[in-house]
């Protein structure tokens, strides 16, 4: 049966409360819109723009909450790396383990990932030509790994902007599933001096016409309140719009997937 | 009633002939689908990378051949003018007059337009933020003219290569109605050495994308036999395509229309 | 002898007056420093941002006061043309016919300058690749002129900001001498609102980086209160730093001129 | 006294008489001209396109190698580091750790290699303005480490494709001193399939232009065959060109510094 992923949570592991509260509305409203759902988290944020901006609540404690919450869900879990030491730990908590953008070319990190033997998520890098992203495929399918992704979110168009090519998710999608970041697709980096700015009025257009393409799933951050959000406030979608932008979305990636294969 | 207008034809005023095949197959399966159609040739292809290429058969037999379709056809007529003296002979034959993307910013040449009464349509500069060009639609009201609505083409993200910017679609719609023009969206300014080259394959993902944001129109070239036209062959649509193409399309347009009001 | 030839002026004409303080004051430090001098000033600005701002004080008064500047300081004169009925009327007066970037494709215009047989000095467009603009050459020496030379203003990177690629440089100087616009390529389009901003602060850098290249001139717009001036102001030297401007200018344009030919 | 350093070397440590031939004969020709010489070798090419291309000759061998060539030609040494665990280890022998381009947000690198006490050389990425390069430098500062530069090499001009936006040397020059990278400003990233690829023949023009603005040092990667090179043939200086290169650059560096102070 032929389904879109949606993997969605709050940016960071900010608690337990916090993460149960997202995590069991959004997987109420992903069944019901047909979606199946993955917990996301960040375990530490570790490219902020300054360092004087939030990080971790600890990664042990992190991926502890992280656990718990994929426990009293019953979800598969996803969450981001930055260095290959990481890979076999967090690989013993999440199902999926994400390379974060920047990321996309680090040869040993993509290694570690994939010999975990869970599955791997590669975001496009805002530097990378999409057809370029087959490398980042091929590495982890040379280590014996054929459960990998890739996500778009976003190209670099000049400075502190970033624009959704969307030509780049039919090219990906020849070398692996493609899923699309709603909430990073309309980050401004950088865009606020110290930290990074953000655009949430365009995140139901982007999403519907990157559902429109014909994709296999999404990726979106949620906070009930995105102000008091401890990173991406400015980008991510209020929970309390997380149902309806569901709902929407099935119905977009349903017209997307009818008309994916429509050449001329 | 809401109804999406399709601007479509052959780039240039080929011939009588070609255009009335285009015109009439055209118009049938516009109004099949639900599309107000208006036809579309240029009488003039007055900035060819190269001044080998073809240009045109005559501005006063390409207006002439022009006025004979839209008469034939019973169907209004959009044609591009390039310098202010030829806005009020052009005006006499056709319904629309467009300003092409490098124009965009002359004021002469959109007051002149404005000045016809007639309905004009601008499109955005591949240099022109988004947001800019509600400087051009001021230039027409100004000039006493409300007809007036905005046409998304690609902007230029790096050498030989167009980007289509989704987010333009929502953010000139607040300016006046939008147009996404699928020919010129994947188009490689220069790539072929002395010529443009094109992406056609990627017209059905990018058409479906701009729909899916909500947006008030199409404009489409297309040709019986895209490698023998005299422009533009590479980005075409295919004559035997359309039919299908814009059955897809207005799927994609209802479901952006829906949406379009959809904010986070 | 080699020397590299300075195209400075106000912006526009804004009247006798300026004209000659400017012109009188420039053209002595041009010469004082080896620059071969030509008066530039615009006649129209065509292609403002927004229709409120300052264009001319009309074509026939703004030629006029062109002549008698050009005589009275004996130097002679650039002025751009944005329609090719003016070309001919310009020409009469001046003795380079310059075209504006947004219409560095537009045929008629080209050719029309071309026919004048006065000197053509065609801009790079911000959307076009440094290679591509041997077309526009191509359609110059095609009508009989050989008298034809390119200019770098700037590439869009993103929205409201241009970027100089120096590789244009040495791409362009392959198809015919090349002057280095510093006033225009620190512009910020549209960067103010309804008007463009600037970035003067980068102006001695970029010209020394492009002098150092090895190049044939410059162009400059300058004015005695920038803040006044009627367009381009945050971009402008101001008249006072010319002197120092030149100077520097002169330096770094011989060693770029010593080491042009060095390649590995 | 006010001198420009020069880090050069080949690409990667492909052998101890590969780097002797290429240390001594460039640590003389820089003491000539009146460079500060860091030798440069990479340990690993932890980032290559494909993971069939060549990474290393193994980590333990390329530092004993680097600790040798240091010792014998009597220079300091820089190598860049791409996860926090090398840089404890690396800065046992080397004086400077590079952080690279694409890992120039990673707060953990920073640390790593603020804490070793050596000097730290961060290199903007592809996709960071150049303002945003203040935070990468107080990263390293807060860890109590004032030994820091920052590098320029090319920002994304559309895919493939890196152009150097001169403005960023000044606006870098506020926060750390300044290297302008000749090598990978030239890289294009990809351009080869598989690899990415190179434009050797700008080098000379883009060294000069930025040393016209006014830095602190350069980067160079040079190679006795640059065809045999294991990795960045397409980009390198030839061997034989660096001493007529390295003459050219001191002079351009001269002029540019004399007017690093001149604004207007």
Redesign the interface.
Known sequence: EDRPVLFAGPCAVESFDICMEIGSKTKEWAERNGFSYVFKASFDK??????NSF?SIGMDKSLEVLQRVGKELDVPLVTDI????QAKDVAEVVDVLQIPA??C????LL?AAAETGKAVKIKR????????MQ?AV??VR?AGNDNVCLTERG???????L?????S??TMRQYAPVVFDVTHSVQQ??GQG?SSGG????????A???????IDGFFIETHPEPSKALSDGPNL??LD?ME??LE?LK??WE??R??AD???
Chains 1, 2, 3, 4 share one sequence.
């Open positions: 570790a490219n902020r723009t300054s360092s990080r930055h260095e290959s030491y920047f990321l070319r680090q040869t040993d290694l890098g805002q530097f990378m030509a999409p057809e370029d490398y091929s590495k040379a190209y670099s168009l000049g400075y502190h902007n624009v959704v090519d969307m030509r998710l039919p980096p950088g110290g655009q949430r009025q365009f995140a139901p257009f982007l519907r016409a990157a559902a429109a393409t014909g979608v209020p719009k309806g932008f929407m119905e977009a017209m997307g009818k008309y429509f050449s001329v």
